[in-house]
């Protein structure tokens, strides 16, 4: 004899425990809060079990700030990656925010993928040296162009770890952003990047030099 | 005899600790150098190249604004 559904189990218990409506019961914030039932310029209550779809609240417009270019930028930035599979991709690609906050005052070109590979494609002495990052010191192309100095690159495609290459970010970042009133940058970036000459060699020699940057 | 010996062999290791020094320092330096690389006349074409593509409109400053 086949059982019934509701046969000679343990009852099922209501789902609508007392004082919980059920799934179909009508929602009380509802009423309560329908146009109508707050006074509004019907009399008639809506009937009971009538779900009304409140308006929904005006969503404030997304404000668009618009952009307003660096008013004295020292330096223009531009970010050229052809998209090899490397470390550095990822670090910089996971602080590219980073940067970009710390170097608001600064004009910072972003080239795609398509345009980075690209412009190695025409400058070929560059392939597996990128992600790079060209810094023009725009007073120096004011003053005599491309001719002679001019800014530097941070050839990120270089370093191994991603230790290396965060740390070549930071060294990099902290450069820019502490050398932008200077007056002979070429000279600083010799003795503070690269440890030119021979007080470089001792700084090398005790270690001032980040190690995972010289390795 | 022995002294003599003893004398070249400190020379000798002094040398060789001192040529891995300098050989250390200027691969370090090497290096320093690949990583920031300085720009002046060899690079102008890539520079001006760079240059071009702001001057044509081809690249445009980026604009999109970091959430505070």
Known sequence: MPKSPSGSGPPRRSKAKAGVPGKNAPRPEAQILSPDARGGTSTEAPPAGVVIDLPARPRKAVRQREYKPPSAPRFRIFIIDSGWNSVARRVLRHNFALIRRLHKEELLYLLSRKKSVEFIRRHRSLIGRDPIIAVHDLKAVELHGTEHFHGFHLHLGIPRTPRQALMALQTFAQFVGTHRHSGNLEAEIRSDLRREGMLGAVEILLHKVPRALGR | ?68
């Open chain 2, 1 to 68: 005899m022995l002294d003599r010996f003893g004398e070249a062999v400190s020379v000798v290791l002094g040398a060789l600790a001192l040529a891995y020094l300098v050989y250390e320092i200027d691969r370090r330096k090497r290096k320093l150098r690949d990583l920031f690389h300085v720009l002046d006349g060899e690079e102008a074409d890539i520079s001006a190249d760079l240059l071009s593509m702001v001057e044509s409109g081809e690249l445009q400053p980026y604009s999109r604004e970091v959430r505070a």
